[in-house]
C-alpha cells in the first residue's frame, strides 16, 4: 500500500485507542469506529498495489490530522510565551 494509506491506518489506529481509552464513550466509540475493519477496507481498496495512487479523503486525513498535530504543539508554546512574557511585563 502507498505511504499515504499506511498512515491513514495509523491514524486509525492512534484514534481507535486514544478515543477508546476513555470509559463510557470509549466503548461506544469503539462499538461504531470499527478501526480494523477500516484499515483492512483500505488495505483491499489498494489491492497491495504501491503504485495506486491514493484517494483525496486519504489525502484530507492525513493532513487533517497532520495540521491538529501541529496546532496541539503550538497552542502550548504560544500560550507559555504569552504568560511569560506577561509575568515579565514592567507593569505586572
Request: hydrophobic share 60%.
Amino acid at each position: 500500500v502507498p505511504k499515504l494509506v499506511m498512515a491513514r491506518m495509523l491514524i486509525n489506529i492512534a484514534l481507535d485507542a486514544l478515543l477508546g481509552a476513555i470509559p463510557l464513550v470509549g466503548d461506544a466509540f469503539d462499538f461504531a469506529f470499527k478501526a480494523n475493519e477500516k484499515n483492512l477496507r483500505l488495505i483491499e481498496r489498494h489491492h497491495g498495489d504501491p503504485t495506486q495512487p491514493a484517494s483525496f479523503g486519504d489525502r484530507l486525513v492525513v493532513f487533517g490530522v497532520l495540521a491538529v498535530a501541529v496546532a496541539c504543539a503550538a497552542v502550548p508554546v504560544l500560550l507559555s510565551l504569552a504568560l511569560l512574557r506577561f509575568l515579565l511585563s514592567p507593569s505586572h
